[in-house]
């Protein structure tokens, strides 16, 4: 219901100007001047820099929004989060594991560099995304909590742990709908709602108002990953920037190979419609919220 | 003159006892059972529990214990210093990086398991690092302080920078005395000196005994690589668990090569005793501190 009560023009004009201040502050974090080998830093910001929907962000920005505070009071914790998101492109990127030459239409770091260059500026974003949340969030009690959020979705158990996972699955002749989505959900489902815990905490929310966050974001993810798979199905290519049907292909499983196209699109709506009754007590606050968890199963690239 | 006051066994006795409550903080630490992919979990540990000196985290141990705290206050520090150590290792050996096949007597990670794997172990050991800072640390000004240190140390102007300096020189045809330095003081003296720092924080120490610390671990992270040059050419293979003359051979700039063997003796003995000049008003507290700086340059593997 207050889906539509946000028209499409708002929440996009709101996403832009969001962009545009988590651009800048990703390009000031990302100054490394005084003591950082010149090619390091230059593929650092070659990829964080590249245009980016910046949905991790502004999932951070919206959620400090939904309980209250000030939208930019959560850009530590949204340039951190796209520092994390960019490494791990970076690295899943590499010849040793999805080895792919080109991301967004523009060449991916390995190519654009080297090998030894691309792991090195993964790993220099993956260090900075915690020095900066350790630096840039002045209450230290909410910044510790901030950066054990960002680990743990990020880490072993999170996030490289759903890598690891898909790796292995591919090797596999088949998989499970509970093999996949136990994959997606350490894989990027994690970093999905790391955001929402951090921009809470960063508005000072409470412990139920997290719990809703976390529930909203753990559906939107898994929802964001099959609508993914939807684009690898049903998108086109110019709009991707990339090879369609690539998954399909590499006999990938995915949600429309293992539910069928429309099984899939009811299974997105349905967790759309979970995610948005978490946040539902949060009143109009929660806006955004909701009408960003409808464009990511709406959005065509 | 404090440094003879310890004798060889007392030191190795206490670093003994160090590395023995190390070791079961690192099996600790690294136990990610309930959603880590068995093979990553295996990756991770066969490098993390790997024989090795444990230096910085005896260092971060031994400044707490210098600063008047229990050494086993430091454990979270020196923990998550042996996770960056260690992940470090395992991304340097990479192909694409030093390309090695044996570490200390056994195969490289990404001989053992493959690479993808071993890229995987290193992100997800830099992001367990932070993870344990942050969860482990109780008072959280203290964490987010040690977490500052470790990341600054690690990243792109640290440990990750002073990787891409050196792999840049292996391509250049000379370099200065100075260039050398300053990539040594990246690469492996940042990570000498944060332990220092963090070890000193988790005992309470003010600034000014931390600036002491400070000077003490940038002089002995020096003093230890010059060290380790040394041992380059005139080690015992058999001790070392890797084939000496390595560098060499690949005609990577040493010290010995620059300055000469007797020279840089001299050098590594100049800094040790500038070392233990910055904590001599620690008193006998700084004692274990002191004669671990003479054992960096005596070690004979």
Do not use: W
Not at 62 to 81: F, V
Not at 265 to 275: S, V
Not at 276 to 298: D, M, S
Request: one cysteine or more; hydrophobic letters at 40%; proline letters at 4%.
């Amino acid at each position: 219901m207050y889906i539509t009560m946000i028209d499409g023009p708002d929440l996009a004009s709101h996403l832009s100007h969001l962009r545009s201040l988590i651009e800048a502050r990703l390009n000031f974090d990302s100054q490394l001047s005084h003591d950082c080998p010149r090619q390091l830093l230059d593929s650092i910001r070659y990829s964080l820099l590249a245009p980016g929907k910046r949905i991790r962000p502004c999932l951070a920005m919206l959620a400090c929004e939904a309980c209250g505070g000030d939208p930019k009071d959560a850009l530590p914790a949204a340039s951190a989060l796209e520092m994390i998101h960019c490494y791990s492109l970076i690295h899943d990127d590499l010849p040793a594991m999805d080895d792919d030459d080109l991301r967004r239409g523009r060449p991916t770091n390995h190519i654009q560099f080297n090998e030894a260059t691309a792991i090195l500026a993964g790993d220099g974003l993956l260090t900075l995304a915690f020095e900066s949340l350790a630096k840039e969030i002045s209450d230290p009690q909410v910044a510790v909590a901030c950066i054990a959020d960002l680990a743990s979705a990020a880490g072993a158990e999170g996030m490289v742990g759903g890598q690891q996972a898909d790796l292995e699955a591919e090797d596999a002749a088949h998989i499970s709908l509970e093999e996949l989505e136990a994959i997606h959900r350490r894989k990027t489902g994690r970093l999905l709602t790391a955001p929402l815990l951090m921009g809470g905490r960063l508005a000072g929310a409470n412990g139920e108002t997290l719990n809703n966050l976390k529930i909203y974001g753990e559906s939107v993810g898994l929802a964001f990953q099959i609508a993914d798979d939807l684009l690898d199905v049903v998108g086109d290519s110019s709009k991707m920037g990339k090879n369609v049907q690539k998954d399909a292909d590499h006999g990938k499983s995915t949600y429309p190979a293992l539910l069928g196209v429309e099984e899939s699109r009811k299974r997105a709506n349905l967790l759309i419609e979970q995610a948005c009754e978490a946040i539902a007590n949060f009143g109009e606050r929660g806006n955004h919220l909701a009408a960003l968890a409808k464009y990511i199963v709406e959005r065509d690239h």
